[in-house]
């Protein structure tokens, strides 16, 4: 008797591997499954077993009391909605609460921050300071690690707003106190914000959106741009030597005196902006990007033809390059 036990679990075991083996054959004859991909089959078809057998008790009972399916499905629809409706606002309840804890901590993040600042100006005199000495290397440090806690957050332009208006970071007559070289700031909402001679040099600013911005002489070598919106933007005297350019739109930008060498402007929209006076322009930057009959060329380039083409047609285009 002991024997024999082992010996039906060992069939049993078996069996149930050549049924597993026989599904996935089933199913899938053909395809060659990585591991995560089998493992989400097997937990489907043992979910499916389950349904099954889940299902099948009602219907065994319905039998003796000539009760179907449908009716044990019209006595249980109503608490199983009810049931669906009670799960649903819990996790919405719980998102909610997630949500307001994370803006929470943003607020108190930022609160610190600016409090920590204003205590430095104060009494360290931390206008006076000079770039790359202990109070501007600790303010950086403090700085950088504010922006990565904001990271993506409506208050990282609060932030910036405070280091340019506080004159810490650069202006078109002031000297940067603080490094923000390398800064993350994606997502940077700040439209019509004035940022004149701001030094920002392998910032991360991309899908930022600073339509009208006011960016004259402002250092942005090798900032990443990509698919920010800069429409209408001042950008005279702007330095944007191998600035990463990507899908920007800078339709209607003032780029007088601006400098574009090496920066990458694949896609980037150039519908009716004078580049006249650009400075470090060339051929091929031009011919990877969208354009129109309003659009400004320097005397020593030519229009691309492809300029006289809808939109929509340069960008698929422009597609077909990549």
Same mark, same amino acid.
């Given at each position: 008797m002991t024997q024999?036990? &082992?010996?039906?679990?060992?069939?049993? @075991?078996?069996?149930?591997?050549?049924?597993?083996?026989?599904?996935r054959q089933a199913l899938v004859p053909h395809w060659p499954l990585h591991e995560d991909e089998v493992w989400l089959l097997e937990s489907v078809v043992r979910w499916t077993i389950r349904i099954v057998v889940v299902l099948s008790i009602p219907v065994l009972i319905g039998y003796a009391y000539d009760i179907t399916l449908w009716d044990w499905m019209k006595l249980l629809i109503v608490p199983l909605v009810i049931a669906g409706i009670g799960i649903w606002f819990n996790s919405q309840q719980r998102a909610g609460e997630t949500q307001s804890a994370e803006r929470r901590a943003e607020d108190d993040a930022l609160e610190a921050y600016l409090n920590d600042m204003t205590t430095l100006m104060v009494d360290k005199?931390?206008?006076k300071a000079q770039l790359g000495d202990d109070?501007?290397?600790a303010v950086r440090a403090r700085t950088l690690t504010v922006l990565n806690r904001l990271f993506r957050? @409506?208050?990282?332009?609060? @932030?910036?707003?405070?280091?340019?208006?506080?004159?810490?970071i650069g202006t078109t007559e002031d000297h940067p106190v603080v490094n923000l070289r390398g800064a993350a700031l994606p997502e940077l909402y700040a &439209?019509?914000?004035?940022?004149?001679? @701001?030094?920002? &040099?392998?910032?991360?600013?991309?899908?930022?959106?600073? &339509?009208?911005a006011q960016l004259q002489e402002a250092k942005l070598q090798?900032?990443?741009?990509?698919?920010?919106?800069?429409?209408?933007?001042?950008?005279?005297?702007?330095q944007l030597q191998r600035a990463w350019l990507y899908k920007v739109d800078l339709q209607g930008a003032d780029l007088t005196?601006?400098?574009?060498q090496e920066?990458?402007?694949?896609?980037a929209n150039l519908l009716g902006v004078d580049l006249s006076r650009t400075v470090g322009l060339t051929q091929a930057q031009l011919d990877v990007a969208l354009g129109d009959q309003e659009t400004q060329v320097p005397d020593y380039l030519e229009r691309p033809k492809a300029w006289i083409m809808p939109i929509e047609e340069q960008r698929l285009r422009l597609s077909q390059l990549r």
């Open positions: 024999q036990a &082992p010996n039906t679990r060992a069939r049993l @075991v078996r069996l149930l591997n050549l049924i597993r083996f026989e599904l005199a931390l206008r109070l501007s290397t957050s @409506v208050h990282n332009r609060e @932030v910036l707003r405070f280091l340019y208006e506080s004159k810490l &439209p019509g914000a004035n940022l004149q001679g @701001v030094n920002l &040099p392998l910032t991360n600013l991309s899908d930022a959106i600073l &339509p009208d090798e900032a990443r741009l990509g698919e920010a919106w800069l429409a209408g933007a001042k950008l005279r005297g702007a005196g601006a400098n574009l920066a990458k402007i694949f896609e």
